[in-house]
Structure formats: structure tokens, C-alpha cells
């Protein structure tokens, strides 16, 4: 079965500063997706970025992108020019490429950003 | 932007009581989820739904629980003898395929259930 570790309950960031969330997973598929979504008060879970296993390339989304580090199994997500609405919980999900159609989520991090 | 959305926001029941959750998926999805995030803990899959089927199912999706498309448009999550460890925040998910085929889950706002 696979796991998805967050090893980082809480993390703070001053507002326009850069902050890296961690998360590593263990797997023996080769292929697999990799996701962080974003959790804010409101509840609701925001996709933020996606990463194919295959794809070498970091994915990227505006001042979201991740450090895929493939054989490490390490899954990172950098924010930059941090906002106060990018305060937020933020989960790593793990989604299998043929078999399961359940995704693994982390236990999270909860981002706060200082003004 | 098409949204998957959940009613009721909050439920309040008593243990032993039935009670159902509904989400009305994106339009041209046809893979349907729930999930659960019980209180400090992480969110955990429960089962997918797929041409009027279970595709898949947790080992949590005991017969309690059960799912159900009753039309077009909405999905269901029926439990049928609350516990107190019911008490969560349920999400419904939806995709156009599975995420093996490169798609991605959308989630609703969640209903969060408390069992008293």
C-alpha cells in the first residue's frame, strides 16, 4: 500500500516570503500522480498542482511549483512571494496510475502567513 | 468555473439515526468519490462510483454505507446506523476518468457530520 508523509505539522511565512512544504511517499508503482491540494477555513479543497511520475519537468503553476525528486520519492511544493490567502492546510496526494482510484492523502501542513 | 457542490453544509444526528449526504458532481464527470477527514486527521478515501457502480471501496465502506446516482445529476452517501465515530467532514469528489488516465479529483465544500 502506499503512504504519503508530511513531516511538517505547521509551518509560518512572512507575507511576499518563499516556503517549501515537504512530502515524501513510498511506493512500488511506476506509475503515479502526485497532487497538492489546498484546505483554507472555508473547508473546501482546492487542487493547486499536479504532477505526472513520467514527466522529468517540475510542474508549475503560477508562484506554485514543486521539486519532484523521483528516486528519493520526495514530492515538494514552493510558494513563492507568499499571500495571506495562501493561508491555508495543505495536503500531498498520492494517486496511483493502474490500480487503486482512491488518492493517499498526508496528514497535512497548516501554512501561516505572517503580515 | 463548473463546481462540485455538497448539501447540507452541517448535519447534526443522533447515533443510530440514517442520514444522507448529497453532491452533485461536475456535469461531464463521470467518476464519483467520497471521502472522509475526521476531526485532526488526514483525508481517507471511501469509495468511487462508476456507470452506476461501486468501482472500488474502502476497507471504512462497511455494509453501513451505501451509494447511489438516483438521477443525473446527484450522488449519494447514505449511512444507515450512525455511530459516533461517524462524526467527520465528508467530501464528494468527482472526475472526468480515472486519475490513471491523467485526470485529476475535484472536491466539494464538504459536509461536515456530527453524531451525538
Known amino acids: 500500500a502506499q503512504t504519503v508523509t508530511q513531516s511538517q505539522p505547521e509551518m509560518s511565512v512572512q507575507e511576499a516570503e518563499t516556503v517549501t512544504l515537504s512530502c515524501t511517499y513510498d511506493?512500488?508503482?511506476?506509475?503515479?500522480?502526485l497532487f497538492w491540494y489546498k484546505q483554507p477555513p472555508s473547508r473546501q479543497m482546492i487542487l493547486v498542482i499536479r504532477?505526472?511520475?513520467?514527466?522529468?519537468q517540475n510542474a508549475t503553476e503560477n508562484r506554485f511549483s514543486v521539486n519532484f525528486q523521483k528516486a528519493a520519492k520526495s514530492f515538494s511544493l514552493k510558494i513563492s512571494d507568499s499571500q495571506l490567502g495562501d493561508a491555508a492546510m495543505y495536503f500531498c496526494?498520492?494517486?496511483?496510475?493502474?490500480?487503486?482510484?482512491?488518492?493517499?492523502f498526508g496528514k497535512g501542513t497548516h501554512l501561516i502567513i505572517q503580515p | 468555473e463548473p463546481e462540485v457542490t455538497q448539501t447540507p453544509s452541517h448535519q447534526v444526528t443522533q447515533m443510530g439515526q440514517e442520514v444522507i449526504l448529497r453532491c452533485v458532481p461536475i456535469?461531464?464527470?463521470?467518476?464519483f468519490y467520497w471521502y472522509r477527514q475526521i476531526l485532526g486527521q488526514k483525508v481517507e478515501f471511501l469509495v468511487s462510483?462508476?456507470?452506476?457502480?461501486?468501482?472500488?471501496k474502502s476497507e471504512i465502506f462497511d455494509d453501513q454505507f451505501s451509494v447511489e446516482r438516483p438521477d443525473g445529476s446527484n450522488f449519494t452517501l447514505k449511512i444507515r446506523s450512525t455511530k459516533l465515530e461517524d462524526s467527520a467532514m465528508y467530501f464528494c469528489?468527482?472526475?472526468?476518468?480515472?486519475?490513471?488516465?491523467?485526470?485529476?479529483?475535484?472536491f466539494g465544500p464538504g459536509t461536515r457530520l456530527l453524531v451525538l
Open positions: 469528489a468527482s472526475s472526468t476518468a480515472r486519475v490513471g488516465l491523467q485526470e485529476t479529483q475535484y
Open positions: 511506493t512500488s508503482e511506476s506509475d503515479y500522480y
Open positions: 504532477q505526472e511520475a513520467y514527466k522529468q
Open positions: 496526494a498520492y494517486g496511483s496510475g493502474g490500480g487503486a482510484d482512491g488518492l493517499t
Open positions: 456535469s461531464n464527470h463521470l467518476y
Open positions: 462510483f462508476y456507470n452506476n457502480e461501486i468501482s472500488e
